[in-house]
Structures are given as structure tokens and as C-alpha cells.
């Protein structure tokens, strides 16, 4: 009879512990869907008075790309939409015109998903000089 009683309880036992880790909700972490990484960043291309940056990013976005003269502060911007269409895209490619030669630029590409901005670190080309 105390074997029985013992048995009983072992059964019983397993069978809440069964119960609980079945009814457990566990979700597992996740990567967050929604962040914007950037790399492949590169200014090719560059004259006089352009320059041609290029980047991928890890989700479909538009891109703009923020650049300025070195030691100033007014900031100009420059859109891959115009150049590749109104759609998110992976592959960036943003022609800068009317620069000025021989001059020092700063740049970085920045991303809008769903209302949060991403920028990738201020990097710098120098236009060519006037033959």
C-alpha cells in the first residue's frame, strides 16, 4: 500500500510538471526586425564637382545621404528615391552634383524605417581639383 501511495504521487507529480511546461507560452528572442544596418559604404566616382555614393543596407529602405563641406555646418541632402524610384531598396547609389573642387566633404547615408532615422558613421571624400 505505501508503494502504491509513492507511485501514485510520482505520477502525480509528473503530470503538473508535464501540465506547466505545456502550458508554458516561451517565445524565444528575436532579432529585431526593424533595425537598418549599413555596410559596402563607399564614395566612387569622384570629380570635380560630383561624387557617386554607394551602400546596402540589411532591409529594404530609401536612403538619403547628408553631407556638408568640411568645418561647416550647413547640411545638404541627396536622394536615391529620385535616382531608383519611390520603392525601398537594398542596394544605395546617390550621385552628389554641384560640388565644389578641391574641397573636403563629410558625408553619411541615413535611413527612415516606420518613423525611426539610422545613420551610418560621418565619412569624407575630397572632390578633384580644376584642371
Do not use: W
Not at 25 to 48: C, H
Not at 73 to 88: L, R
Request: proline share 2%.
Amino acid at each position: 500500500m505505501n508503494n502504491l501511495f509513492i507511485i501514485g504521487f510520482i505520477v502525480i507529480g509528473i503530470a503538473v510538471v508535464f501540465f506547466l511546461v505545456m502550458s508554458y507560452d516561451y517565445e524565444a528572442p528575436t532579432k529585431q526586425s526593424n533595425i537598418v544596418e549599413f555596410d559596402s559604404i563607399q564614395a566612387i566616382n569622384i570629380t570635380q564637382n560630383s561624387v557617386t555614393t554607394i551602400a546596402r543596407t540589411s532591409l529594404p529602405v530609401l536612403c538619403e545621404v547628408e553631407y556638408t563641406k568640411l568645418r561647416t555646418s550647413d547640411s545638404s541632402f541627396a536622394s536615391d528615391a529620385v535616382q531608383n524610384s519611390n520603392e525601398p531598396h537594398l542596394e544605395h547609389r546617390v550621385t552628389i552634383n554641384e560640388l565644389s573642387s578641391s574641397t573636403v566633404y563629410n558625408y553619411r547615408f541615413q535611413a527612415d524605417n516606420g518613423g525611426e532615422k539610422f545613420y551610418t558613421a560621418v565619412r569624407v571624400f575630397t572632390t578633384l581639383s580644376a584642371k
